[in-house]
């Protein structure tokens, strides 16, 4: 059945509509959640406000879980599925400097357009940084692409890299976020802060 | 006085709740579209689109343009993302006008300036946004949505963009707390 777009049971227009639906869930749950604020995002790193760990960790366990249960059912065709390809260098770097960006900017992209969409200005003024980077990295592309093509390495899981099955490695993982849920409610109560 | 208006503004979500809607959105995206949400990919459609307007010949010679090209046919503002973000806006705003937190501001601690905030906000943008074309992805893009299907590359990043954060965090405790 699934995925409908790629299974051809819905139009490229009709894909594109549920975009725009799924695109205001998205920013309408981000919003109701906290990521509209920078000093609430900014939290999780200090230890007084940890949502972004809890939603982030919820989220990415409840769709991991959601697919593995869609494809035994076999509602979804996982093999159509885009998984983004792993360039190992490029991973790494460019994680480091979005997590530079994180602490410096206090958001990240996506949770920058949340926050402009409820007036933030500093949101605003983010967003405008994000299309400089990005033409930076455009414009000097050439100086970087080898260190964006290199250490290519397919797109491979990380329960296969791991040698586990994909049921025991989701298994372990949220184990690892309980544990971390425990930590971030044991943090919040012990760098509390009263108003922000 | 400050009190009554306070009253006025709905609190967040249950941060757990508020995962597991997200995680159900993830999954939507990915039945529907066969693809995780993004961010970061909207804005390089944005760019792209800019630079081929702007300088049509220049652009043409750029292999960051040849890039998008192949994984992109056709219009780069006709793409999924675009029209997903879009609809981000809608929400966020549709969420901050109900919960009463439609608000025009600058949002920083008390130890700083609004004009040093704001310059942060440009300086991390600006990194975050070169970072996110390095590492294919955003903290949506290529983190929380390849982590959903269990990308190596997608747990990589996320452990990158988190590790860096934290590594970082007391250099700039005064901007936060």
Not at chain 1, 105 to 114: L, R
Not at chain 2, 66 to 93: C, I, Y
Not at chain 2, 156 to 167: D, L
Request: with cysteine; hydrophobic share 50%.
């Amino acid at each position: 059945m699934g995925p409908l777009a790629i299974n051809e049971l819905i139009s490229e227009n009709t894909n594109l509509f549920l975009a725009f639906i799924i695109g205001i869930g998205f920013g309408f749950i981000l919003e109701q959640s906290g990521f509209s604020s920078s000093r609430k995002l900014a939290g999780v790193f200090y230890g007084y406000d940890t949502v972004v760990l809890k939603v982030f960790f919820t989220a990415a366990i409840t769709a991991m879980l959601g697919l593995l249960f869609f494809s035994l059912f076999g509602w979804i065709d996982m093999d159509l599925v885009y998984v983004n390809p792993t360039y190992l260098t490029s991973a790494i770097v460019g994680g480091m400097i979005m997590g530079a960006g994180f602490i410096i900017g206090g958001y990240c992209p996506g949770t920058s357009f949340c926050g402009a969409s409820i007036g933030k200005i500093d949101a605003l003024v983010f967003i405008g940084g994000l299309f400089i980077g990005v033409f930076i990295f455009g414009i000097g592309y050439d100086l970087w692409d080898g260190m964006y093509m290199a250490k290519f390495l397919g797109s491979p899981k990380v329960s296969e890299t791991l040698g586990l099955t994909d049921g025991v490695f989701a298994f372990l993982l949220i184990i690892v976020a309980l544990g971390m849920f425990w930590v971030a409610e044991w943090a919040e109560k012990k760098f509390p802060r009263a108003e922000y | 006085m400050a009190k009554s208006k306070e009253r006025k503004v709905r609190s967040y979500i249950n941060p757990y709740l508020g995962g597991v809607l997200l995680g159900i959105v993830l999954l939507a995206a990915n039945f529907v579209a066969g693809r995780g949400l993004g961010a970061s990919g909207a804005i390089k459609s944005t760019v792209v689109t800019a630079m081929v307007t702007v300088s049509p010949s220049s652009a043409e010679k750029s292999g960051f343009l040849q890039e998008f090209r192949e994984s992109h046919a056709g219009n780069p503002m006709k793409t999924w993302l675009v029209f997903e973000m879009m609809g981000v806006l809608v929400g966020g705003f549709l969420s901050g006008a109900f919960a009463g937190r439609l608000k025009l501001k600058v949002e920083h601690s008390p130890g700083i300036t609004s004009r040093k905030r704001l310059l942060l906000a440009l300086g991390g943008g600006v990194l975050f946004g070169f970072g996110s074309q390095l590492g294919r992805g955003c903290t949506s893009g290529s983190a929380l949505s390849g982590m959903a299907v269990l990308s190596l590359g997608g747990f990589v990043t996320m452990m990158a963009i988190f590790g860096t954060a934290y590594a970082f965090a007391y250099f700039f405790r005064k901007n936060w707390i």
